[in-house]
């Protein structure tokens, strides 16, 4: 029922008015989404662009099912994310800003455990793993090292592979370049664009990165403060604004610079910690 | 190969199961990697029941009990309780262990269900408690002379068995902590360990506790098993002549369980509305 429900499905991705606030002190909350509206198609890449604390991660996190939404509606393939979780998370895999694995375990232990909790079993999985790894430029002898020997660069790799293990339906990706050396970087876009070529899946890129946005995306979000304020294509983008560059048109649409908005989110989530 | 089609094709049942024999075999990988910390604990651990066995021998038993009945007496709470308290541990773990190691967003978001993360916990803790047990008891047995002679090892065995189901239910509930309160829920779980230690009678019979505090001892799970244990190993009482100790163990392991379970998804829930259900640093 579930597989013909998806199967049909038009969106990879809907989102509808969601909102999502935290308590910060009695009777105090931050807004970390405020009626948010997406919908990513079939086999497209969505960015969303915004400064730290502008809510890209809580928005991964909500259409993640880690956090509930306060109001609104979040469908994957057309499945009510909050009241289908578990079905929901067959279809999807994530990647964050921080690679998120067991740091003494190694990449082939901590390839196969992630496999398992999606089903699939060390004899299925093993082949696959392989054939993954060297398809990144990963040195299978390497396998049995502990992740905590690999640089930043590989264990993002990594996380890429653990997703594709799986063979998700729609990725997550938050932020997955951010803190890379410019090689690594350019060796995650390089594996994103993969992804999307031969694996046929639908992404959610959130990052800061204006460049990767535009190079990566078939439409670009601006989020602040919650906020969706534009969703377009890059070109779309700056025809609407007039603008010549995406850093233009963030500037046109937000009334500051990323680096200042940057600032400012940072400032906030500071203050938030603090309290 | 296409995985989501491996992945899809599989009954529900099937990958549940993998998922179960997922986190076992998670915890094997952890405690090979972390090898010399777990050599480490296992030698503090035997030294220390080693200490309250030479503890037995000083002062002996006492009405008309030999010292050799009173080191075995304080042995069987030292290994039981090294064994049940490590299986709460491990389980109660469940959450600040993935917090800690930055995994807790991967493993919440993926389709394996609670049940099966929380199952494959218990079924590695009891496994590797085991393990850990006998070597103590291997090495505790060098040094003294225990009274085992009317040993009925089945009947204990069997009263471990039982009490291990309930206390992996206990485990539950105190996993649920963590979830609750990311600084401060670990804290709450070691209360709960000092508790059941305090209130079970691992080192003393729980007559020598306080009127008040005597009752308490009716919601551990540890005090049955002792009891039951203790009488078997002693007095080797038959596993039929223990259904005073037995039925209490399995009304806990029918209720704890599933109770744990229940807290633990309200606990996810709370977690989730929150945005507590993410890794800390």
New interface residues.
Partial sequence: MT?EIIRHATNALELTNVEKR??KKRNDYSY?LKGVSITVKRGEVVGILGPNGSGKS?LV?VI?????PDSGDVRVFDIDAVANP?EV??H?N?V?V?A??????SSL?NL??????????DR??R??IKSILESIGFDYKRVGE?MEHLSRGMQQKIALARAL???P?LMLLDEPTTGLDPRSKKDVQKLIRGIRKDHDSSILLCTHDMGEAEELCDRIGILLNGEMIAMDTADGLRRRYGTQSLEDVFMAATGTSLDEAEFAGEMETAATAAD | ????Q???G?PGW???A??I??YA??NY??TK??FLWEVVWLVYSTMNALTIGFIGVNFGGGEGKSAAWATTFLLIGTLLWSYLSMIFDLLSETVSWERW???I?????????RTSQLLGMGIYAVLYGIVRMIIMLGAISLFFDMDLGNANYLAALGILAICSVSLVGFGMVAAVMPLLSPEKGQQVTSIFTAVLLLISGIYYSIDVLPGWMQPLANISPVYYALNGIRAALLDGATFGSQWGNIWPLLLMGLIFPPLGLWMFRKGE?YA????R???SG
């Fill in positions: 597989d935290f308590k970390a809580t996190r993640s099912t880690l956090t509930l578990r998370q067959r999807i994530r964050s921080e998120s694995f067991f740091k003494k375990l232990e196969l455990f992630g496999a398992k909790l999606y089903g699939v079993s299925e999985s082949p696959r502990p293990l799986t063979s339906m | 190969m296409d995985l989501t491996t992945q899809h599989k099937m990958r549940e993998i998922a024999w997922g075999q998670r990988f952890l990697r972390y190691e930055g995994t967003e991967y493993t919440f978001m993926s389709p394996a269900s829930w989730k509305k929150t945005g259900l993410k890794r």
